[in-house]
């Protein structure tokens, strides 16, 4: 289904079309000779977006979606080869365009903002300067102004102490304060169109909505938006129409409500019920139905009392001193519990000091003061060479699982390099307790030979959790451990860790700044503010009963389908009753 969008008043006058695509086609070219071989992977795209309007554009990984993005700035990739009918950009043939010309265009006309951030910036560089550049090269103001410029910027954009901040290099900063920064860069000249690639993706809820708010005000000023997200709920927030990708191909596109509240299409209603919220605890997210997990032979557990927790940190403390000199507290007096088979969410803003909590839970860190106990003795605070026969107690799975791999090798060497020689000493055993573990996490036997730049994001975070399963833990950290992946896959992640907890026993320290994800999985949550454990309960006490104003403060930022973030019921249109499948 195909939608054109209206022109709609603005003081006045007609909404300028920004965007004009007719039958969009890219394809890329691989190999040589023989080998050579054409990708199609966007076909026949239309698109058309006016001035003070939003288009979010939604599918899975590699649905074509962020390859659409870039060939709308002029970055398709190499070996590209675009084709269409028509292919206009605020008021420009684009089609035509040579990278001289592209070069006055971005940043001035059409801004845009990529998901990984850490890539995008330059690593030698501070992040005021980078935003300063910008602004530089369009010949915008002078040296002082330009540098009052980018403070004012980072500011706009929810960053804390943006004086301090911008003299900072990316790897000083969170994910979260760099994709802001990265978003400071992008809107510096207030561009006519910005094309945002998941811009929201690192960023907490209290931060999330103020991008969001940010955006919202673009578009009253009459600045064209193309979304590029996974997450509905803020697509529902900000955009007036939805194109939902599948195989390269747009399946469904209209007004944003029709779209996610009366979806036509089977795709986008699978989309829609695979969102995590309150209302989907306690059931599988995917449709592909839940992972078969095969019953292991699994060793002995560490005997202790029923009641006694398998994790327990005492008045945790850690404090820094930064560039400046100044030494900063970033954990202050945490203690929590975590019970064998149970899920301990932990919740708050980027600083918080969630992840911080996240690293002396594993001991990789060392805490100032206080203490984590393992199985009721000293997990922290003795020596590595005490620790080493109960490491394999508390493994761990990052948001990125690519930069922890070694890209030499392939993922069942991964796997063996995981296993523990003394229980699987035979090459026999190993490789088959290596084929065990793929099939546990429903990777196939044909993935072991691929190496993790040959799998897909959901494959490779598939594979880390394997990895953080083959030495048999009792608890397994999970750091932001599915917010990269787009809601189908994120919906697979979260079924097969719900299923291995429930075979094996397993016990989550779950880190994210998605509440949604929190509410679905954990038991218990602890939500952190400035380094200090401000509320800590049942899910259900702390997102139904929240006590803190801090706690109420993220509940109010979350955004939903069909609400503004602090909204709590959705604004019903007359005659129009929602449907099932549009979850929180």
């Given at each position: 289904?195909?939608?054109?969008?209206e022109?709609?008043?603005?003081?006045?006058?007609?909404?300028?079309?920004?965007?004009?695509?007719?039958?969009?086609?890219?394809?890329?070219?691989?190999?040589?000779?023989r080998?050579?071989?054409?990708?199609?992977?966007?076909?026949?795209?239309?698109?058309?977006?006016?001035?003070?309007?939003c288009?979010?554009?939604?599918?899975e990984?590699?649905?074509?979606?962020?390859?659409?993005?870039?060939?709308?700035?002029?970055?398709?990739?190499?070996?590209a080869?675009?084709?269409?009918?028509?292919?206009?950009?605020?008021?420009?043939?684009?089609?035509?365009?040579?990278?001289?010309?592209?070069?006055?265009?971005?940043?001035?006309?059409?801004?845009?903002?990529?998901?990984?951030?850490?890539?995008?910036?330059d690593?030698?560089?501070?992040?005021?300067?980078?935003?300063?550049?910008?602004?530089?090269?369009?010949?915008?103001?002078?040296?002082?102004?330009?540098?009052?410029?980018?403070v004012?910027?980072?500011?706009?954009?929810?960053?804390?102490?943006?004086?301090?901040?911008?003299?900072?290099?990316?790897?000083e900063?969170?994910?979260?304060?760099?994709?802001r920064?990265?978003?400071?860069?992008?809107?510096?000249?207030?561009?006519?169109?910005?094309?945002?690639?998941?811009?929201?993706?690192?960023?907490?809820?209290?931060?999330q909505?103020?991008?969001?708010?940010?955006?919202?005000?673009?578009?009253?000023r009459?600045?064209?938006?193309?979304?590029i997200?996974?997450?509905?709920?803020?697509?529902?927030?900000?955009?007036?129409?939805?194109?939902?990708?599948?195989?390269?191909?747009i399946?469904?596109?209209?007004?944003?409500?029709?779209?996610?509240?009366?979806?036509?299409?089977?795709?986008?209603?699978?989309?829609?019920?695979?969102?995590?919220?309150?209302?989907?605890?306690?059931t599988?997210?995917?449709?592909?139905?839940?992972?078969?997990?095969?019953?292991?032979?699994?060793?002995?557990?560490?005997?202790?009392?029923?009641?006694?927790?398998?994790?327990?940190?005492?008045?945790?403390?850690?404090?820094?001193?930064?560039?400046?000199?100044?030494?900063?507290?970033?954990?202050?007096?945490?203690?929590?519990?975590l019970?064998?088979?149970?899920?301990?969410?932990?919740?708050?803003?980027?600083?918080?000091?969630?992840?911080?909590?996240?690293k002396?839970a594993?001991?990789?860190?060392?805490?100032?003061?206080?203490?984590?106990?393992?199985?009721?003795?000293?997990?922290t605070?003795?020596?590595?060479?005490?620790?080493?026969?109960?490491?394999?107690?508390?493994?761990?799975?990052?948001?990125?699982?690519?930069?922890?791999?070694?890209p030499?090798?392939?993922?069942?060497?991964?796997?063996?390099?995981?296993?523990?020689?003394?229980?699987?000493?035979?090459?026999?055993?190993r490789?088959?307790?290596?084929?065990?573990?793929?099939?546990?996490?429903?990777?196939?036997?044909?993935?072991?030979?691929?190496?993790?730049?040959?799998?897909?994001g959901?494959?490779?975070?598939?594979?880390?959790?394997?990895?953080?399963?083959?030495?048999?833990?009792?608890?397994?950290?999970?750091?932001?451990?599915?917010?990269a992946?787009?809601?189908?896959?994120?919906?697979?992640?979260?079924?097969?860790?719900?299923?291995l907890?429930?075979?094996?026993?397993?016990?989550?320290?779950?880190?994210?700044?998605?509440l949604g994800?929190?509410?679905?999985?954990?038991?218990?949550?602890?939500?952190?503010?400035d380094?200090?454990?401000?509320?800590?309960?049942?899910?259900?006490?702390?997102?139904?009963?929240?006590?803190?104003?801090?706690?109420?403060?993220?509940?109010?930022?979350?955004?939903?389908?069909?609400?503004?973030?602090?909204?709590?019921?959705?604004?019903?249109?007359?005659?129009?009753?929602?449907?099932?499948?549009?979850?929180?």
């Open positions: 289904m195909t939608a054109t969008l022109h709609t008043a603005i003081t006045g006058t007609l909404r300028q079309e920004l965007l004009k695509v007719r039958n969009l086609n890219v394809s890329f070219s691989t190999g040589r000779g080998d050579a071989r054409l990708t199609h992977v966007v076909k026949d795209v239309d698109l058309r977006l006016a001035a003070g309007e288009l979010a554009i939604v599918g990984s590699g649905s074509g979606k962020s390859v659409t993005a870039r060939t709308l700035v002029g970055l398709p990739g190499a070996n080869s675009v084709q269409a009918e028509r292919l206009e950009l605020a008021g420009h043939r684009i089609g035509t365009l040579g990278e001289r010309q592209w070069r006055r265009l971005r940043g001035k006309d059409i801004g845009f903002v990529l998901q990984d951030a850490l890539v995008s910036l690593p030698l560089r501070p992040v005021g300067k980078e935003i300063e550049e910008a602004l530089r090269l369009h010949g915008w103001g002078t040296t002082r102004s330009r540098a009052a410029r980018a004012e910027l980072l500011a706009s954009v929810g960053v804390p102490q943006p004086e301090l901040r911008a003299g900072q290099r990316p790897d900063l969170s994910g979260g304060l760099r994709q920064a990265l978003i400071a860069s992008a809107i510096a000249l207030d561009p006519k169109i910005l094309i945002a690639d998941e811009p929201t993706t690192a960023l907490d809820v209290t931060v909505a103020q991008i969001l708010e940010l955006l919202g005000r673009m578009k009253e009459g600045t064209g938006i193309v979304l997200s996974h997450d509905l709920s803020v697509v529902a927030t900000l955009a007036d129409h939805v194109a939902v990708m599948q195989g390269g191909a399946v469904e596109q209209g007004p944003a409500r029709q779209v996610l509240y009366h979806p036509q299409h089977d795709y986008t209603r699978a989309l829609l019920d695979a969102i995590p919220s309150e209302h989907t605890k306690g599988p997210l995917s449709k592909d139905g839940r992972a078969r997990i095969t019953a292991t032979s699994r060793r002995p557990r560490t005997t202790r009392p029923a009641d006694a927790p398998v994790l327990r940190a005492e008045g945790l403390v850690k404090s820094y001193q930064g560039h400046d000199g100044v030494v900063r507290t970033v954990v202050d007096g945490v203690s929590f519990e019970r064998a088979g149970e899920t301990l969410g932990i919740v708050g803003e980027s600083g918080s000091g969630k992840s911080t909590t996240a002396m594993l001991a990789m860190l060392e805490p100032d003061a206080g203490r984590v106990l393992l199985d009721g003795a000293a997990w605070g003795i020596s590595t060479a005490a620790r080493r026969s109960r490491r394999r107690s508390v493994t761990v799975v990052y948001q990125d699982p690519l930069s922890s791999f070694d030499r090798w392939n993922a069942e060497r991964i796997l063996l390099d995981a296993l523990a020689r003394q229980d699987y000493p035979g090459e026999a055993e490789a088959a307790q290596v084929r065990e573990l793929a099939g546990q996490v429903g990777l196939q036997v044909e993935h072991l030979a691929k190496h993790p730049l040959q799998l897909s959901g494959q490779r975070q598939r594979l880390a959790i394997a990895r953080a399963l083959a030495p048999e833990p009792e608890v397994i950290v999970l750091d932001e451990a599915v917010s992946l787009d809601v189908s896959v994120q919906a697979q992640v979260l079924d097969l860790l719900t299923d907890q429930q075979e094996l026993g397993l016990s989550y320290l779950f880190i994210s700044h998605d994800v929190i509410h679905h999985m954990s038991d218990r949550v602890l939500v952190m503010k380094g200090r454990a401000v509320e800590q309960g049942s899910a259900e006490d702390v997102f139904n009963h929240p006590r803190h104003p801090y706690t109420r403060e993220l509940l109010a930022s979350l955004p939903q389908l069909g609400l503004a973030p602090g909204q709590r019921n959705p604004p019903a249109a007359a005659g129009t009753p929602t449907t099932e499948g549009a979850h929180s």
